[in-house]
């Protein structure tokens, strides 16, 4: 804008024109550079100094005469007058741009590709030791109460602070607004105009697909393989705590899954492993059935979505407390395999068939009582808690640039349908589960219900969480794009359960919190699992009695829990 000398101020039109262009162009566009930028400042600019009218001319366009178009005057209007915002970029094709902003972004080493965040010991923070008396433990939610505010420091600085528990519930029970205090828009988070940042965390964090092949040796680490069954075993990768001697030590174990269809590949579990192993820990990260070498020596399993793995969990942890220097197991898990860490921590505390439908009854056995699982305690990254409404909008297939976590899923769907040679494959992750063994023509309705944690479209959710006998904590983000923050604070408003406790951070997107805040990330779940302060501390090595811990919930003695079998598909 240009100003005579000494004529009147005029910074509020000023202020105005750069309010506009900000609000109406730059917060709607990714900009790639200081020459972009220009470019789009000076397009934006151009239908206002030269297409629109002007009052200080006779409410003309610059060089129009009196002359109507088409005579002497200054003839028709270009054709590039008038176009919308969204095309502001250069050769005017947003969708083609669109791509290729993709293709720039998802390009090995670029913001939207995976990426290591190892752990750094010199930002290790060890809390102060939880409250405790003589008699009682503190539970989960207080754990994580005393806990939040010592580890907030560590989280980037944001307008909007984590909520914890207590906050996604309401005093009435019921499930708290937890959008509004973020001021998301949950129909756009799939949108990297919107949540960019989301976006790229979650992509970070995600294992770059290629072919099949076994994760390269960790250091300290071995490879195992651990029965379940009389024809499967599960590969491992297994690290076990030493001393300064190189002698193995006494310590709990940390038992690591990776996500959906995830293998030991995924360079956010090595560096998990490799930082819980530095602090003195066991590790055992496992590829389930249907995933990395297990499949690949064990081709006929297939991945069932937690019918069969819950159980499986439970014997891996059978396993390692069978070993000599394994004191108590505990259990990380992300994205789906939280959801199957959770119902691994109901099934570890089933008392009975409650729970389990009828007709996949008849492929259970009981197994013999042991020692109680995962008493380290279990932490749950990102569960999919409505998991069927996900694999409703899989039905669909999306678009790369308009939707690209959900067409990830599809892509990872369609591979593996591709990879077993099963007909017609596509991106549906319904169509992938009819191949899971069936044994049964209602299995694949019955297995949904089995691992359901809310109601769907009128059918029945099972309590999976108030009869959990471990701590138990959830970490979501406001910005997940896969699973909505809402459904956390849907399913906590169900909890009773005082070993079951949630956080909700301002960022992260869909399991990509070591990105967002790799030191609050790494400084939670070595605190967690602490021997002296952690959640558990002092509730004893793997036992089948009750530790003295504050409960407010009606408790009972365990039978036991009884043991699925997949029978051998066809």
Not at 143 to 150: D, E, G, K
Not at 202 to 209: C, E, F, G, L
Not at 422 to 430: A, I, K, M
Not at 434 to 459: F, N, Q, S, T, W
Request: charge should be negative; charged fraction near 25%; include cysteine.
């Amino acid at each position: 804008m240009e100003f005579d000398v000494g004529g009147p101020c005029r910074v509020d039109e000023s202020e105005r024109l750069i309010r506009s262009i900000r609000r109406e162009c730059l917060d709607k566009m990714i900009l790639v550079g200081e020459a972009h930028r220009r470019h789009v400042v000076t397009e934006v600019l151009h239908p206002c100094n030269q297409d629109s009218p002007h009052p200080g001319i006779g409410s003309r366009r610059v060089g129009e005469t009196d002359d109507p178009p088409g005579q002497d005057g200054a003839g028709p209007l270009p054709p590039e007058a008038g176009r919308a915002a969204h095309q502001l970029l250069p050769g005017g094709d947003v969708r083609a741009w669109a791509w290729t902003l993709l293709l720039v972004l998802l390009a090995p080493g670029c913001i939207f590709s995976e990426r290591s965040y190892p752990f750094d010991p010199r930002t290790r923070v060890v809390i102060d030791p939880p409250a405790e008396t003589a008699q009682e433990r503190p539970t989960a939610r207080q754990w994580l109460a005393q806990v939040s505010p010592q580890l907030g420091r560590l989280l980037p600085a944001h307008r909007k602070t984590a909520l914890i528990t207590d906050q996604l519930v309401t005093p009435e029970g019921r499930a708290a607004d937890v959008v509004a205090p973020f001021e998301i828009k949950t129909n756009q988070l799939e949108s990297i105009f919107v949540n960019f940042l989301g976006l790229a965390y979650s992509a970070q964090a995600i294992m770059r697909r290629g072919p099949p092949t076994p994760a390269p040796p960790w250091e300290g680490f071995e490879d195992v393989w651990i029965p379940v069954r009389e024809d499967l075993q599960l590969a491992g990768r297994l690290g076990w705590a030493r001393d300064a001697q190189g002698r193995v030590t006494d310590a709990d174990c940390i038992v690591i899954l990776p996500g959906i269809r995830g293998d030991n590949n995924i360079l956010r579990v090595r560096d998990l492993a490799l930082a819980l192993h530095q602090g003195g820990f066991h590790v055992l990260n496992v590829e389930l059935r249907g995933t990395g070498s297990t499949d690949r020596r064990f081709p006929k399993y297939e991945y069932t979505w937690g019918i069969f793995e819950t159980d499986d969990l439970l014997i891996v942890a059978d396993w390692l407390q069978g070993k000599p220097h394994v004191r108590r197991t505990g259990l990380v898990a992300y994205s789906w395999g939280a959801n199957q860490a959770i119902l691994a921590a109901w099934a570890e505390g089933r008392t009975d068939d409650e729970g389990v439908p009828p007709r996949l009854r008849q492929l259970f056995t009981p197994p013999p009582q042991g020692p109680r699982r995962f008493q380290a305690g279990v932490l749950a990254f990102s569960p999919i808690v409505r998991f069927e409404e996900l694999i409703d909008k899989l039905e669909v297939e999306h678009a790369a640039w308009l939707h690209p976590a959900l067409a990830g899923i599809q892509t990872t769907v369609r591979d593996r349908m591709i990879e077993k040679h099963y007909p017609h494959p596509c991106g549906s992750v319904r169509e992938l589960i009819k191949h899971m063994g069936i044994v049964y023509d209602e299995e694949v309705a019955d297995g949904l219900e089995y691992v359901r944690l809310l109601p769907y479209k009128g059918l029945p959710a099972h309590d999976r969480l108030n009869g959990v006998r471990m701590p138990l904590l959830i970490v979501h983000a406001a910005d997940d794009m896969v699973a909505p923050a809402q459904d956390l604070a849907d399913l906590l408003a169900t909890v009773h359960n005082p070993d079951v406790a949630a956080i909700l951070l301002p960022s992260g997107g869909h399991i990509g919190f070591g990105p967002y805040a790799s030191a609050w990330y790494y400084n939670l779940i070595l605190n967690y699992f602490d021997p002296s302060v952690g959640v558990a501390a002092g509730r004893g090595a793997a036992s089948t009695g009750d530790e003295p811990v504050r409960r407010e919930r009606l408790g009972g003695p365990s039978p036991g829990r009884v043991r699925v079998t997949q029978k051998t598909p066809p």
